[in-house]
């Protein structure tokens, strides 16, 4: 349990997107464009390398965060945020 059901839903998640709009790196759609993982980091995982890389998306994993930390490396603070 837990991950084989991670595991089987990303399975059944990368077969249908195939089916409804094409391999991996040949994806489209009239509705919406697709950007290739290969050419922009789509969801970057914050961790050792910090926000070197240009991302769409810098993702902070795990539980235990400093949010001012977080809110500063994007030049924030939580006073921007009403503290949310």
Known sequence: RGNHEIALYALCWWRVSERLAGPFGARHSAVIRFADPRLAD???????????????L???????????????AFGMSRRSTADC
């Open 58 to 72: 810098h993702h902070f994993a795990g539980r235990s965060k400093d949010w001012d930390e977080m809110l500063a």
């Open 42 to 56: 789509v969801n970057h995982v914050v961790g050792a390398r910090g926000l070197s890389e240009p991302a769409v």
